[in-house]
């Protein structure tokens, strides 16, 4: 059975950094692309930021392009989403997904087949 885990959530002030990481087991082949999603309390969910297999390939959202940064590590097997200049609107319980597929590194929830509980990231003064 394919298990997804988050970790590194929390409470930070605006500004601060943090990082998230994401580790799946259970399953055969791969790396596959992971991609990571928030849902905001009121809102739908939305598409954060994603990574190819190979992690040659990353994408981000408009809104956390050039504050956060997606990375993998093959020995670990775990990706990871370093966040920095965090404010309010980051708010959310934050998904890492994992794709059926090795090379897809998009926004579309749909390609995405294994997803975890989530974890908690709130920035508050």
């Known amino acids: 059975q394919v298990q997804v885990v988050e970790s590194g959530g929390g409470l930070v002030q605006p500004g601060d950094s943090l990082r998230l990481s994401c580790t799946s087991s259970?399953?055969?082949?791969?790396?596959?692309?992971t991609g990571w999603f928030r849902r905001a309390p009121g809102k739908e969910r939305e598409f954060v930021a994603a990574?190819?297999?190979?992690?040659?390939?990353?994408h981000y959202s408009n809104s956390v392009k050039g504050r956060f940064i997606i990375s993998r590590d093959y020995v670990r097997n775990s990706v990871f989403l370093q966040m920095n200049s965090l404010t309010p609107a980051d708010t959310a319980v934050y998904y890492c997904?994992?794709?059926?597929?090795?090379?897809?590194?998009?926004?579309?929830?749909?390609?995405?087949?294994?997803w975890g509980q989530g974890t908690q990231v709130t920035v508050s003064s």
């Open positions: 259970g399953r055969t082949g791969g790396p596959f692309g």
């Open positions: 990574i190819s297999g190979s992690g040659e390939s990353t």
């Open positions: 997904a994992v794709s059926r597929h090795e090379t897809y590194f998009g926004p579309q929830s749909s390609e995405y087949d294994y």
